[in-house]
T-cell receptor
Framework: KNQVEQSPQSLIILEGKNCTLQ??????????LRWYKQDTGRGPVSLTI?????NTKSNGRYTATLDADTKQSSLHITASQLSDSASYIC????????????FGTGTRLKVLA | DTEVTQTPKHLVMGMTNKKSLKCEQH?????MYWYKQKAKKPPELMFV???????INESVPSRFSPECPNSSLLNLHLHALQPEDSALYLC????????????????FGAGTRLSVL
């Protein structure tokens, strides 16, 4: 069964600190993995997208890694800011003719001053 | 322009009302999607349109009726909804449904917050 699991479910950190969010998946055949940031009541915004051959992708203070062998991905946030408070969703695409998008349940991050 | 515009932002309707949600994109994308998202849950796929034809219907009740008048517009017609249908409705678009890799990034709108009384 295609599944995407994220951990932790929620996380509270102090402003300026770093954090790492995890995403494990059992999606096959794998096409690509994306990290989205979703502010409360808003639509998700794409942060990074990685295909099978990519190990790391950066977008400003966000760095995503992908280990296709162990089917794990992480999103590292450096020098967190209050505006980083949001839900971070890992989405894995499978392809078998038509793309299917499997969403993780997300990690809710709260950055405190 | 990487914007997907959804209107209205908020909608309150009774169970006997008929209303429509609208979604618009001008990125030349040929795939458009409707998602439903309940609080603290990930988005759930409802419908996928590819080249203005309904490609995927994830067993959505008939009280939700999608329509794709042209390649830039996607509507969701609502009729006889239930209170449990209250949620954030998200529209998204991508270059294509089967395009690989980076071309398959979905761009989401800000959503319509729907409350059914």
């Amino acid at each position: 069964k295609n599944q995407v699991e994220q951990s932790p479910q929620s996380l509270i950190i102090l402003e300026g600190k770093n954090c790492t969010l995890q995403c494990n998946y059992t999606v096959s055949p794998f096409s690509n993995l994306r990290w989205y940031k979703q502010d409360t009541g808003r639509g998700p915004v794409s942060l990074t997208i990685m295909t099978f051959s990519e190990n790391t992708k950066s977008n400003g203070r966000y760095t995503a890694t992908l280990d296709a062998d162990t089917k794990q991905s992480s999103l590292h946030i450096t020098a967190s800011q209050l505006s980083d408070s949001a839900s971070y969703i890992c989405v894995v695409s499978a392809t078998s003719g038509t793309y299917k998008y499997i969403f993780g349940t997300g990690t809710r991050l709260k950055v405190l001053a | 322009d990487t914007e997907v515009t959804q209107t209205p932002k908020h909608l309150v309707m009774g169970m006997t009302n008929k209303k429509s949600l609208k979604c618009e994109q001008h990125m030349g994308h040929r795939a458009m999607y409707w998602y439903k998202q309940k609080a603290k849950k990930p988005p759930e796929l409802m419908f996928v349109y590819s080249y203005e034809k309904l490609s995927i219907n994830e067993s959505v009740p008939s009280r939700f009726s999608p329509e794709c008048p042209n390649s830039s517009l996607l509507n969701l017609h609502l009729h006889a909804l239930q209170p449990e249908d209250s949620a954030l409705y998200l529209c998204a678009s991508s270059q294509g449904v089967t395009a690989p890799g980076a071309k398959n990034i979905q761009y989401f709108g800000a959503g319509t917050r729907l409350s059914v009384l």
